[in-house]
């Protein structure tokens, strides 16, 4: 397992579309188990396998990071079977476009099936955090940021934040 350099906007490989997996075979148990390594030294709940550079729908996730524990959990090949009329608005946050967090509206309940670690077909009824969770990881597989739901004042903004981080990180 290692951790790896997780990309930030606006790298181009974050507006990638990212491949279906044909199989679920031993390469992308090791790539769900770098992904999670990854989150966790960065203390993030969601990432997908592109934002390390892989363009494969993969989404790793754990919930139960701020109860103290660990549950961690993997989605391939991820889709929405259903979305509610009814939306909330949850104040989000990204790896790849660190230190901003802004409200986005979501449909407030999905349904989704998706392959486990294990290439076993499922699906989960969604709601609160992992609802809003799954479609923000979702849309990384589409090339989708959540500052891409915000103005473009908002955008132009968090990502000259991220930038300017980014060059100070370089220089110290
Ligand atoms: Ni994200």
Known sequence: MSILPILTAPDPRL????????????EIRKLVDDMLDSMYAEEGIGLAAIQIGVPKRVLVMD??????????????????LWASDETTVVQEGCLSV????????R?????????????VLKTV?????????LQHE??????????????????????RKVQKARRLEAVS
């Not at 507006?15 to 279906?20: L, M, N, R």
Request: with cysteine; aromatic share 6%.
């Open 15 to 26: 507006k990638a579309v990212s491949e279906p997996v044909s199989r679920v075979d031993d």
């Open 138 to 159: 979702m849309d990384h597989l589409n090339g989708v940021l959540f500052i891409d739901y915000l103005s473009k004042l908002k955008r132009s903004m968090a990502l």
């Open 63 to 80: 919930l139960a990071q701020k109860e103290g524990r660990r549950a961690p959990q993997a989605f391939i090949n991820p889709r929405i």
């Open 125 to 133: 009824d969604a709601d609160g955090l992992l609802s809003t969770c």
């Open 107 to 119: 449909p407030a309940r999905i349904t989704a099936e998706f392959l486990d670690r294990d290439g």
């Open 98 to 105: 660190p230190d901003i967090w802004e409200d986005v509206e």
